[in-house]
Antibody, heavy 121, light 109 residues
Framework: EVQLVQSGAEVKQPGESLKISCRAS????????IAWVRQMPGKGLEWMGI????????TYSSSFQGQVTFSADKSISTAYLQWSSLKASDTALYYC??????????????WGQGALVTVSS | QSVLTQPPSVSAAPGQKVTISCSGS????????VSWYQQLPGTAPKLLIY???KRPSGIPDRFSGSKSGTSATLGITGLQTGDEADYYC??????????FGTGTKVTVL
């Protein structure tokens, strides 16, 4: 059974750093991209970008380029999303998802449960 | 950020049919496949349709997808109270990588 299990909720202050995780199981981790998706309170889904766990190649949405960093550790089948300096506007629910993509066919077929990040002073 | 436009809401009585449109452009829907997601209240999104009209295992055939030109449509027949959720389309975009639609709230009257 494919599963993506994300780390728990975080409460941070502005300016702090944070790294959240997404542990995959039930499939070969290096064979599928992992996507990250943001959902701000009461808002829709925003695609942040993807990472190839096999070679750590990344593609960021222009809205998130330079704001976050994706990484992956294939030895433990885990992807990460990190911030070096959080802002209040980073408060949101963050999802990871397995992202099969090729030949114009790209979609998120399995999703993590989401990780709530709250940034407040 | 969304370049795929959906109606904010649609509604219908139990047992009826609803359709949700997703309007894009040649950089996304016009030249790539469309997927659809259901997000029930307080839960993670779930894949309903991929490659325009394919259903993953376990998704009932009450849900269907179609595409024509730069637009796509999700249809839900035999509407049930359990279908009340937010629905999003998605597609690869040659300019923006991947994009989601603006989202549509389905209400069962």
């Amino acid at each position: 059974e494919v599963q993506l299990v994300q780390s728990g909720a975080e409460v941070k202050q502005p300016g702090e750093s944070l790294k959240i995780s997404c542990r995959a199981s039930g499939y070969s981790f290096t064979k599928y991209w992992i996507a990250w998706v943001r959902q701000m309170p009461g808002k829709g889904l925003e695609w942040m970008g993807i990472i190839n766990p096999g070679d750590s190649h990344t593609t960021y949405s222009s809205s998130f380029q330079g704001q976050v960093t994706f990484s992956a550790d294939k030895s433990i089948s885990t992807a990460y999303l990190q911030w070096s300096s959080l802002k209040a506007s980073d408060t949101a629910l963050y999802y990871c998802a397995r992202f099969p993509c090729g030949g114009g066919s790209c979609y998120s077929d399995y999703w993590g449960q989401g990780a709530l990040v709250t940034v407040s002073s | 950020q969304s370049v795929l436009t959906q109606p904010p809401s649609v509604s219908a009585a139990p047992g009826q049919k609803v359709t949700i449109s997703c309007s894009g452009s040649t950089s996304n829907i016009g030249n790539n496949y469309v997927s659809w997601y259901q997000q029930l209240p307080g839960t993670a999104p779930k894949l309903l349709i991929y490659d325009n009209n394919k259903r993953p295992s376990g998704i009932p055939d009450r849900f269907s997808g179609s595409k024509s030109g730069t637009s796509a449509t999700l249809g839900i027949t035999g509407l049930q109270t359990g279908d009340e959720a937010d629905y999003y389309c998605g597609a690869w975009d040659s300019l923006s990588a991947h994009v989601f639609g603006t989202g549509t709230k389905v209400t069962v009257l």
